[in-house]
């Protein structure tokens, strides 16, 4: 070997010991760990953080940051939406800082208040209508339904069934959720990463838009101002109604972990209530932190349509504020129901 390859080797060998040495200086083994082994907490805890770490090295600062924002160790947890949140711990040692992280999972303190239903009327349903979104607005009730080549969108007589207005989406479209705002009315496609806005008096198309950090449209609604949207899993994302770039999200959670699939979405005194999907159940969401605050078990009204091989479950609640009552359907139901809630 010549000269030039020795002194290269022994170079190469150098840096590789170099940046070996550094790279378990930078780590040194760290472990941050909390007093939860499970890393779930409830609001109201208090959260105790502690650092472990490896042999001959000398502990000097650290500090702790929660989703990038300064915290402070012992600190009970409120103020906060529930669901995951990261924690990191920047730990001064041996004159390296080092980073070590994990997440977090806050639950609610409370558990969700549990409701009943009362029917009040039943109204006929398109059977052919596998129902994704709900929703009245001026007294009218609007639909969106799903499945490629059979989407569509309508304005329906709710106590006749007749269709009073229709268009069908493109074939490579499923339709999903639909919201009324501002004489806009949006709806959501599944897979396709893109939405639809059309005037609601005429079903004239406007405009298209597509999703940011959720990667799938399933429900929709609006508080008067801006519009949630639901993706299939725990999160609610808030979209602004004029660009509909997404904003800030919510993580739904109960006093015992988080709920996903949430699907259909509607706004109603304050709160959204969330079809599950596949649960024939709505949950009650505080839309500020994500609590569950109550459950309504509709699972009894499947038994209630026609029975047939293409029944699908629950899904489309909508309010109608004239008449302070629900109305919930399902995928290809037979009938829709007008129902009253209250507290078991």
Known sequence: MSIYKVLTVITFSILLGACGGNSNASKNNFELSTNHKDDHFKVGDTLK??????????????????????????TVLKDLKLGAHTITAT???????????????????????????K??????????????????????????????KESKLRKVNFET????????????????????????????????????????????????????????????????SKLYKSDGTERIYTLNPENLAEGDYIEVYTNNGKIASLN???????????NIYQRNGVAI??????????????????????????????NGIAYNPER????VTGK???KLFEVEISEK
């Open 49 to 74: 953080l502690n650092i472990s770490q490896g042999k001959n090295t000398e502990f000097e600062t650290v500090t702790y940051t929660l989703d990038s924002k300064s915290f402070t160790d012992n």
């Open 264 to 274: 259909e979405l509607e706004w109603i005194n304050g709160k959204i209530y969330a």
């Open 161 to 224: 069934g007749e269709v009073l207005k229709n268009i069908d989406l493109e074939d490579q479209y499923f339709g999903e959720g639909l919201t009324v705002l501002n004489d806009n009315l949006y709806q959501l496609t599944w897979k396709s990463n893109i939405g639809f806005v059309y005037d609601i008096n005429t079903f004239e198309k406007t405009r298209t838009f597509n999703y940011g950090n959720s990667k799938e449209g399933w429900g929709l609604c609006n508080d008067g």
């Open 324 to 327: 302070n009552t629900i109305f």
């Open 91 to 117: 730990i001064n040692a041996n004159s390296n800082t080092t980073e070590v992280s994990k997440v977090i999972y806050i639950n609610s303190s409370v558990a969700p208040k549990i409701y009943s239903f």
């Open 285 to 314: 969401v505080d839309p500020t932190t994500g609590a569950v605050d109550g459950v309504v078990d509709f699972s009894s009204l499947r038994k209630k349509v026609t029975q047939h091989p293409g029944l699908d479950v629950l």
């Open 332 to 334: 290809h139901w037979d």
């Open 119 to 148: 029917i009040i009327n039943v109204y006929p349903h398109d059977i052919t209508s596998y129902t994704q979104g709900l929703e009245f607005h001026d007294g009218e009730l609007y639909e969106s339904t799903g499945q490629y």
